[in-house]
């Protein structure tokens, strides 16, 4: 029995965390959860999984989980600090760390000193503070398990292979919502319609990430971080059907493919079951959702987050955490439709170029530099939005 915390687990990685678990109960049990504010939903999350621990960043809705617990034996925990303290609560195996965005950094690391295995589905702690993050991984011994179904699939093409005979990674994008709309059009793009995803079920700041293609330009980093290669040996192809998750070409010109349906619980499962593997209790993929697949080069221009996303990544240092601080700022301006779908790259390119990188960051810099991009992408943002 393997026992697990999930951060984020009101969100959909860490809702479809505990359907796993839900339906593998001789296999997992869940010591704590942690939410943002959906006190409500995690109340009940709690109870079914019997857990011994929750926490709510917002103190609102911790004083409310409380409120609501106040029969049962659950710690209720509020805060960053409360977060942290649930990342390595009790004598659990692994963490999933599903938290949206920065806010997944720092419980991740403290879950990696405590000595737990980490199944990871925040790309943002490896984009933010990859080295900080990788260096914890090896000084404390323990695995990082990527989640997301593209480093998932590339970790499982590489396994047992030479690090030293694998020549290129080619990360699967679906092209969003907006894949077939031309430049005048995507500059009149509603929040409603970027929250159209055609193939996955996600949350409102990862769809809008996927539809600018900032969310592949997030796991161009993370790849790059997770398995070592130069970033000009990290392709992205677009292919709208989402069946080929990743590929991985050798220096023999062999080229390996890892195929599925397009359900996150299959990676999900993988992570948390590593190195075993569990039989689906869902929708498997069928010869049938295999036929017609197609590739696309992705059309750089109309959507320019994934070059921003590389030019952070050849920068290196603290420009990844400039540029994952302006886009959720973007992404949050967007949301509230005070900016275009437009200007949010025109909003991380300002921000960045405004940047003076520091190279080799401690954590407390980065958390530093994290606070700048934010304001400073509200300020940009602010002049976006009274422009037009």
Partial sequence: MKKIIVLGSTGSIGSQ???????????????????KKSWQRLVK????????????????A????????????????????GIRTVAGWGEADMVVSSMVGMAGLVPTIRAIERGRDVALANKESLVVGGPVLMDAVEEHEVR???VDSEHSAIFQCINGENPKSISRLILTASGGPFREWDAAKLAEAGASEALKHPTWEMGAKITIDSATLMNKGFEVLEAYQLFHLPLDNIDVWVH????????????????????????????????????????????????????????????????????????????????????NAANEVAVELFLKERIRFTDIPRILEKVMGEHSTISKPSLD????????????????????????
């Fill in 144 to 146: 990082l398990l990527p």
């Fill in 240 to 323: 709208p059907q989402s069946i080929i998750h990743s590929m991985v070409e050798f220096c023999d010109g062999s080229t390996l493919a890892q195929l599925g349906a397009p359900d996150m619980r299959t990676p999900i499962s993988y992570a948390l079951s590593y190195p075993e593997r569990l039989p689906p209790k869902w929708e498997s993929i069928s010869l049938e959702l295999m036929q017609g697949l197609t590739f696309e080069e992705p059309r750089r221009k109309d959507f320019p987050c994934l070059d921003l996303a590389y030019a952070a990544g050849r920068s290196g240092g603290t420009m990844p955490a400039v540029l």
């Fill in 17 to 35: 965390t505990l359907d796993v678990v839900r339906k593998h109960p001789d296999k997992f049990s869940v010591v704590a959860l942690a939410a």
């Fill in 62 to 81: 911790a004083f409310r989980a409380q409120q609501e617990l106040q029969d049962s034996k659950i710690v209720v925990l509020s805060g960053k600090k």
């Fill in 45 to 60: 999350q709690a109870r079914e999984f019997k857990c011994e621990a929750i926490a709510l960043l917002d103190g609102e």
């Fill in 365 to 388: 810099e980065i958390l530093e530099t994290d606070e700048w991009g934010r304001s400073r992408a509200r300020e940009v943002g602010k002049a976006c939005s009274s422009e037009g």
